[in-house]
């Protein structure tokens, strides 16, 4: 089997309501979301698990250190570009629509990420791997070098993930 380039073939997209089965969304219920994989910056894209706390739990006869590992954590942050309008030079409200659904803090937002063989342009099918993460936005951040296209970075808090999804037909099968 052969391995396969990352890049170009991690698709996000943004659900503001979460899927019936969050293990094992639908076609249909992921396709209704916001795919913003061509709408992020590549660079500083983060989503997914970080290390678990580490609790000290040895017991009295083992030598050296022995952790248990304690909760889970995870690492949530994007970076859309922002899109304007060519007439009014006001934000479009269609080509901006990542933004618009990550602008205000306290957003609550249900990402889900597929990384594989195939391309992040290509639909998702039955069967693909998929993880999953309700998020909460916090303020966007004005890059630190202003430079490039105009974007913003929205750090996020994971309240819950599923992983090791499987995406089932669009009829829930």
Known sequence: MPKSLADGRIKVVAL???PADPFAPTVTELTAGVDISCRILSSDYTLGPTDSDKIAEKELCKEGNANALGPSNYTAAVTPFRYFDDTTKQAD???DAVFELLKEKGT???LYE?????KSTEPFAAGDEVEGYEVTTDNPQKPSDMGGYIKRRVPMEVQTAWLNGKVKAAGGA
């Open 16 to 18: 503001s309501t979460i």
């Open 93 to 95: 409200p269609i080509e």
């Open 108 to 110: 609550t937002v249900y």
């Open 114 to 118: 597929r990384q594989s063989a195939k």
